[in-house]
């Protein structure tokens, strides 16, 4: 089945370690997102990416770090410079060609 | 810059009820417009989509219209069920060379039998 696929689902980590968010697709989509959802503030986008080995800043850039060394695979690194990193993460993808987005199922970061 | 407005929640109707959640954008050109629908603790669904001013967007007996006239795009469904408590958030994508999806802030729908 084609889809798109985070890990883990829930993820614990200390104050000060930095930490890696996987996001997988095999759907050939060419654009990937990252967002950050906290409660009642919807969904904030942190970095998106249009094709391999490039990427671009969102609007809460800051803290976090990405990496797009395949179409298949766009990792997020929260930093310890993020300081407040417990959140819901949400990774989608899109085709080039489409408007519509299909999202991973996400992941839980606590810092504790 | 493009942004999307929707109504607070939480909305509490009884189970058969009519549903309305407003969402209003904010666009220098012409976007895309969505409604997903987040149930708990799971990622993004797309509900329906419309791509330009006066199309109808359906799924699942929800409806929505994209009015450029009054830049709105309000999610409806006629009886509502318990299966559709969940988050439903309205968004937009801009047709420009980033092609990103801008989000509202979600509405939290609770249907009671």
């Known amino acids: 089945d084609g889809g798109i696929t985070q890990s883990p689902k829930y993820l614990f980590r200390k104050e000060g370690q930095n930490v890696t968010l996987s996001c997988e697709q095999n759907?050939?989509?060419?654009?990937m997102y990252w967002y950050r959802q906290d409660p009642g503030q919807g969904l904030r986008l942190i970095y998106y990416?249009?094709?391999?080995?490039?990427?671009q800043k969102g609007d809460i850039a800051e803290g976090y770090s990405v990496s797009r060394e395949k179409k298949e695979s766009f990792p997020l690194t929260v930093t310890s410079a993020q300081k407040n990193p417990t959140a819901f993460y949400l990774c989608?993808?899109?085709?080039?060609?489409?408007?519509?987005?299909?999202f991973g199922q996400g992941t839980r970061l606590t810092v504790v | 810059g493009d942004s999307v407005t929707q109504m607070e929640g939480p909305v509490t109707l009884s189970e058969e009820a009519f549903l309305t959640i407003n969402c209003t954008y904010t666009a220098t050109g012409y976007p895309s417009l969505f409604w997903y629908v987040q149930y708990p603790g799971e990622g993004l669904q797309l509900l329906l989509k419309?791509?330009?001013?006066?199309d109808k967007g359906s799924n699942k007996g929800f409806e929505a219209t994209y009015r450029k006239e009054t830049t709105s795009f309000h999610l409806e469904k006629g009886s509502v069920q318990v299966s559709d408590s969940a988050v439903y958030f309205c968004?937009?994508?801009?047709?420009?060379?980033?092609?990103?999806?801008?989000f509202g802030t979600g509405t939290l729908l609770a249907v009671q039998p």
């Open positions: 989608a993808s899109r085709h080039q060609e489409s408007t519509e987005a299909f």
């Open positions: 990416s249009q094709i391999v080995n490039d990427f």
């Open positions: 759907l050939n989509h060419d654009a």
């Open positions: 419309a791509t330009k001013a006066d």
């Open positions: 968004a937009l994508s801009d047709r420009g060379a980033t092609n990103k999806l801008i």
